[in-house]
């Protein structure tokens, strides 16, 4: 946040996509702190060195420093810490944390799904909503694709809203019920929906691959090519 709050610079890696220093200074924290709480647990981050000896460990931590570096540069507020665990490939503890929202999103597997005003100290159990008509459709503010514009289109009898957010916010709105429908055909990678998937399913939400297929992490290539739906219910699944 104290960077947040300054002229930063923003720099540009290989595929692109900005970097900031926040992303890195985040990073070491995290990666510090997990390492040594957790030292027999793998790390995959985005901002870290790939090792593949992770591959072999049960028990992988996914990490996003900061999952929405563009809405970050733009000053939106829709920026979020991800930070999952994966045990044999599937997402058992997930947290979100939104900075300047100070809002946290965090889930247990078989435990459920909660979200904590920080500034308050609240805390609620959160669920999906069970509505097949009046949608709210989420979308991503900086990464939206015409074929999520065909889905709308050819929806819009039941989707009655669609709005935009920012990183992992999107899934979260879904869990917490505050929206029912987000599709992703875009590329994402393992950081930016372990953490997600977690709380959506826990949320009683249902997270799948484009094909309909479960999410697998800790993979040997990080990047989700098939791209992903969040939906409240079965009936809202579209492809």
Not at 90 to 98: H, K, L, T
Not at 213 to 231: A, C, D, I, Q, T
Request: hydrophobic share 35%; proline share 3%; charged share 25%.
């Amino acid at each position: 946040m104290a960077i947040y709050q300054t002229d930063f610079e923003v720099a540009m890696k290989d595929d692109h996509s900005p970097l900031t220093l926040a992303d890195t200074r985040a990073n070491e924290i995290i990666f510090t702190a997990l390492k040594k709480a957790y030292p027999h647990y793998a790390i995959l981050s985005e901002e870290a060195g790939d090792d593949k000896s992770r591959l072999d460990s049960d028990y992988c931590f996914i990490v996003d420093p900061l999952d929405g570096t563009k809405e970050f540069i733009k000053g939106t507020g829709e920026f979020t810490v991800n930070i999952a665990l994966s045990y044999k490939g599937n997402p058992v503890m997930g947290m979100i944390y939104a900075p300047v929202l100070q809002k946290l999103y965090y889930a247990l597997k078989g435990e459920g799904a909660w979200v904590e005003n920080v500034r308050t100290g609240s805390v609620k159990k959160i669920r999906v909503s069970r509505k097949t008509s009046g949608l709210t459709w989420v979308g991503s503010r900086s990464h939206s694709t015409e074929r999520e514009t065909q889905l709308i289109e050819s929806h819009t009898a039941l989707i009655s809203r669609v709005v935009t957010a920012g990183s992992s916010l999107k899934g979260c709105l879904v869990a917490e019920g505050r929206a029912d429908i987000y599709y992703r055909f875009g590329l994402t990678s393992e950081w930016d929906t372990a953490a997600m998937q977690c709380i959506v399913e826990e949320a009683g939400g249902i997270f799948r691959q484009m094909d309909g297929s479960p999410m697998r992490y800790n993979r040997e290539n990080p990047l989700n090519e098939k791209g992903f739906y969040v939906v409240n219910a079965k009936k809202n699944i579209w492809v």
